[in-house]
């Protein structure tokens, strides 16, 4: 099984801040990368896929970058809204997903 | 518009069997994989089971295999996720979400989640 390991696990941040969150795959998965957001009590929504295609409807401030086993996804203001679990999901070679980062208020 | 809706939230006791739907509506629902993802409060998310509404082709992770059936009501563009022999370790909120395309890509739609709570 691929396992994806994503860091931080918390990031405390501010308004305006420039974020970004890292995911590393056990093996290449080429560009078969997604991000979601999740916010309390919701589904996860979809962001980002094939590692840097923003999804329609996504505030063009979240951007996806990488391939093989190193990723990223970078907010480059944080917005009020934004404040959420953030998780990567690979799908080359069945499914994992990563164990969230939790971008709280500073 | 593309909608996923569950069913409601489920009490089980251990060793107890579980089924839970989820209604596809807003797209072509024989041309669709969907997805069963679940995740234990507080923790991440995990794949259990995929299915191919059309032919009822179901693609099952190693770690549910034996104990996850995946089931479909073409008529009601419905998809059922049953679970047998439940363990308090179950505990979990139960998403149906629908690949993009082909069975393993981004989901891009999800439901809105089935809470189940395994407990004596």
């Known amino acids: 099984d691929i396992q994806m390991t994503q860091s931080p696990s918390t990031l405390s941040a501010s308004v305006g801040d420039r974020v970004t969150i890292t995911c590393r795959a056990s093996q290449s998965i080429n560009t078969r990368l997604a991000w979601y957001q999740q916010k309390p009590g919701k589904a996860p929504n979809l962001l980002i896929f094939k590692a840097s295609n923003l999804e329609r409807g996504v505030p063009s401030r979240f951007s996806g970058s990488g391939s093989g086993t190193e990723f990223t996804l970078t907010i480059s203001s944080l917005q009020p809204d934004d404040f959420a679990t953030y998780y990567c999901?690979?799908?080359?070679?069945?499914?994992?997903f990563g164990q969230g980062t939790k971008v709280e208020i500073k | 518009e593309v909608q996923l809706v569950q069913s409601g939230a489920e009490l089980r006791k251990p060793g107890d069997s579980l089924k839970i739907s989820c209604k596809s509506s807003?797209?072509?629902?024989?041309?669709?994989?969907i997805a069963w993802v679940r995740q234990v409060p507080g923790k991440g998310l995990e794949w259990l089971a995929t299915v191919y509404p059309d032919d009822s082709d179901v693609k099952s992770s190693p770690s549910f295999q034996g104990r996850v059936t995946i089931s479909v009501d073409k008529a009601s563009a419905t998809t059922y996720l049953q679970l047998n022999r439940l363990r308090a370790s179950d505990t979990a909120i139960y998403y149906c979400a629908r690949p993009h395309s082909g069975i393993f890509s981004h989901l891009d739609f999800w439901g809105q989640g089935t809470l189940v709570t395994v407990s004596s």
């Open positions: 999901h690979q799908y080359d070679s069945s499914w994992t």
């Open positions: 807003g797209y072509s629902f024989t041309a669709h994989w």
